[in-house]
C-alpha cells in the first residue's frame, strides 16, 4: 500500500490550493486518513481528519477555512485549503490507517502509512 500526495504549489494570500491523496495498493478499507504540515523549525502538526465514520476534524487555525473529504470508491482523500495564509507554508503530509487486503477470511489489520510530503508555499 502507498500513498500518493499532491496538489502542492505557491499561492499567494487569500488564495486556494487542493491537496490529494491517492491510496495505491491492495486495500480492503480506509479507516481513517489525516493532513498534517510541518513548517520550518517547527513540529509536524495535525491539520484536519476524518474517519469512514465520521466528519473531519481541524486544527482550529484552518477551522473554516480548510475542508477534508474522502471518496472511498476511488481510494482517495483531499485537503481544500481556502483563504489561505503566509503562516500556512509548510510541507503537508497525508497519513492514513489502512486495512489492506490479504485475501478472504484473512485477519483484518490496521496499519499506518505516510506519502511523500507537498510543499505549500503563501505568500504576502
Known amino acids: 500500500v502507498q500513498l500518493q500526495a499532491s496538489g502542492g504549489g505557491l499561492v499567494q494570500a487569500g488564495g486556494s490550493l487542493r491537496l490529494s491523496c491517492a491510496a495505491s495498493?491492495?486495500?480492503?478499507?480506509?479507516?481513517?486518513m489525516g493532513w498534517y504540515r510541518q513548517a520550518p523549525g517547527k513540529e509536524r502538526e495535525l491539520v484536519a481528519s476524518?474517519?469512514?465514520?465520521?466528519?473531519?476534524d481541524y486544527q482550529d487555525s484552518v477551522q473554516g477555512r480548510f475542508t477534508i473529504s474522502m471518496d472511498y470508491a476511488k481510494n482517495t482523500g483531499t485537503l481544500q485549503m481556502n483563504s489561505l495564509k503566509p503562516e500556512d507554508t509548510a510541507v503537508y503530509y497525508c497519513?492514513?490507517?489502512?486495512?489492506?487486503?490479504?485475501?478472504?477470511?484473512?485477519?483484518?489489520?490496521?496499519?499506518?502509512?505516510w506519502g511523500q510530503g507537498t510543499l505549500v508555499t503563501v505568500s504576502s
Open positions: 497519513n492514513a490507517n489502512i486495512s489492506p487486503y490479504y485475501g478472504s477470511g484473512s485477519k483484518v489489520r490496521y496499519n499506518d502509512y
Open positions: 495498493g491492495s486495500i480492503f478499507r480506509i479507516n481513517s
Open positions: 476524518i474517519s469512514n465514520a465520521g466528519n473531519g
